[in-house]
């Protein structure tokens, strides 16, 4: 599972990494606050819905997403995201979302690796290697 800052609210590093000003880090943190509510205000209606018979949604969940803007801004947004039955999966693979396609642990492990060197890699590098990488559900 990935880490999400107390700090800013954005997955994949804490607040000891964190290298957000704190005047972006407290708005980081309202927008992802209010997002949240969104997530769980859809949430109970879901479940709401389900209570009173109608089953048409009951495997799908609201979450909060990290994402970026045009100017590399993070932005918080909901998503769905439909749950799907639980199945066996070797060693050597890991699914990805709610697909049956299977990717590979090494490509994983790569992309975890230059999320975590990124502030060492030229920035048209780390986007070209990271575009390369791009695992798509």
Same mark, same amino acid.
Request: one cysteine or more; glycine letters at 4%.
């Given at each position: 599972?990935?880490?999400?800052?107390?700090?800013?609210?954005?997955?994949?590093?804490?607040?000891?990494?964190?290298?957000?000003?704190?005047?972006?880090?407290?708005?980081?943190?309202?927008?992802?606050?209010?997002?949240?509510?969104?997530?769980?205000?859809?949430?109970?209606?879901?479940?709401?819905?389900?209570?009173?018979?109608?089953?048409?949604?009951?495997?799908?969940?609201?979450?909060?997403?990290?994402?970026? !803007?045009? !100017?590399?801004?993070?932005?918080?947004?909901?998503?769905?995201?439909?749950?799907?039955?639980?199945?066996?999966?070797?060693?050597?693979?890991?699914?990805?979302?709610?697909?049956?396609?299977?990717?590979?642990?090494?490509?994983?492990?790569?992309?975890?690796?230059?999320? !975590?060197?990124?502030? !060492?890699?030229?920035?048209?590098?780390?986007?070209?290697?990271?575009?390369?990488?791009?695992?798509?559900?």
């Amino acid at each position: 599972m990935t880490t999400r800052c107390s700090y800013c609210r954005e997955m994949g590093h804490n607040s000891r990494g964190c290298n957000r000003a704190s005047w972006e880090a407290a708005e980081m943190k309202i927008s992802y606050a209010r997002v949240a509510n969104l997530a769980i205000r859809a949430n109970k209606q879901r479940l709401l819905a389900i209570a009173q018979g109608d089953f048409s949604e009951r495997s799908v969940k609201t979450i909060v997403i990290d994402s970026r !803007d045009r !100017d590399g801004k993070v932005i918080f947004m909901t998503h769905d995201v439909e749950s799907s039955p639980v199945r066996l999966v070797s060693r050597q693979e890991q699914p990805v979302s709610n697909t049956t396609k299977l990717v590979p642990k090494s490509l994983v492990k790569i992309q975890e690796i230059l999320f !975590d060197n990124s502030q !060492d890699l030229p920035d048209g590098l780390y986007k070209q290697l990271m575009d390369a990488l791009v695992i798509k559900g």
